[in-house]
């Protein structure tokens, strides 16, 4: 301890040239540059690529065509792939749940005036019905959608997967889009 003492008093006793000469024996950083590497990682590096289809790659429009659940990117899922999802979340015990909108997004809208307590609306798609506890086969979730489907035929209808032990939505994707 009387050793760390006595430093600091050296150090804060030396002269501004001193200082600067022990500073200037650190390495300066060169950045994250090539150079910095290893021959054999710069080696590696360089034979890392995106293959010939660079040139096919674009960037996605977010104007006016927005992007929601997980396979929104995708083309709309067949009847096929939406069961395989839903037999998938019933195997890791999720509990399927229908929920549509109108908008098809999360709109935060603030309402904080005086004698708010910082209501957010916006927030929460509408259920359709009950979550559907007990469930065990794609097709009743299938049949559910299709309902759901032809009652709101203008809005928005995703299937969400809701663990039931941790009480937290843990996977959802788009069904439907409005016709």
Not at 16 to 41: D, I, M, N, W
Not at 58 to 87: H, R
């Amino acid at each position: 301890m009387a050793s760390a003492v006595v430093s600091v008093s050296i150090v804060a006793a030396a002269s501004p040239a001193s200082v600067c000469r022990e500073s200037s024996s650190v390495k300066q950083f060169s950045g994250l540059k090539s150079t910095t590497l290893s021959a054999s990682k710069a080696r590696r590096l360089s034979s890392v690529h995106n293959g010939s289809r660079v040139q096919c790659m674009q960037v996605w429009n977010p104007i006016g065509q927005p992007k929601f659940e997980t396979f929104s990117y995708l083309p709309p899922l067949t009847d096929d792939q939406i069961a395989k999802q839903v037999d998938f979340m019933i195997q890791q015990n999720l509990i399927p749940c229908i929920e549509f909108d109108t908008v098809g997004s999360v709109s935060r809208t603030n309402f904080s005036g005086p004698g708010s307590s910082g209501y957010y609306d916006g927030r929460y798609w509408t259920m359709w019905k009950l979550p559907m506890f007990g469930c065990t086969d794609s097709a009743q979730v299938l049949r559910e959608i299709q309902e759901c489907k032809q009652s709101f035929p203008s809005c928005w209808v995703r299937v969400l997967g809701f663990d039931s032990k941790k009480q937290v939505q843990i996977c959802g994707f788009l069904v439907a889009r409005p016709n």
